[in-house]
């Protein structure tokens, strides 16, 4: 028996392959679970519809993705600290103040997307590096200056 399916299913494919498999099997598993459907005429076409539904809005998605890592990239942070003797700061820049100083500028981020390995304890110029989806990283520069 022949099937389309829904979701993601280990062992017999990814969503949207039509798979031929035993008709208990369909009929009492994947069916009733909401996994597959028989692929007729009328469903095969309800499926190529939301398909394409789904890359247009995959496109977006990558669109908007793609100019959000731009103006990351194009934009500097400039975050001022509280130095003592020997240009010491107090405390340190933490991925929280960077996202506040983004916030402020009208970029709107997750906290855990800014990739810092610790946090900043010393004046100067940082790279910091900015994960926006799986395959796509920007890269923020920072400055780092006393107040």
Do not use: C
Request: aromatic fraction near 4%.
């Amino acid at each position: 028996m022949d099937v389309i399916l829904l979701k993601d299913f280990e062992g017999l494919g990814s969503e949207g392959d039509i798979i031929n498999v035993k008709p208990g099997f369909a009929r009492n598993y994947l069916v009733p679970r909401g996994f597959a459907l028989r692929a007729s005429k009328r469903n095969m076409a309800v499926i190529e519809e939301k398909k394409h539904i789904r890359e247009a809005q995959e496109s977006r998605v990558e669109k908007a993705n793609k100019i959000l890592a731009e103006k990351l990239t194009k934009t500097t942070l400039t975050i001022e600290v509280q130095v003592g003797e020997e240009e010491r700061i107090f405390g340190s820049v933490t991925s929280q103040d960077i996202q506040g100083s983004l916030e402020d500028k009208g970029i709107s981020i997750d906290r855990s997307a800014i990739m810092m390995e610790e946090p900043i304890k010393a004046l100067g110029i940082f790279n910091i590096p900015v994960k926006i989806t799986a395959g796509l990283e920007a890269e923020l520069k920072v400055y780092v200056i006393k107040a």
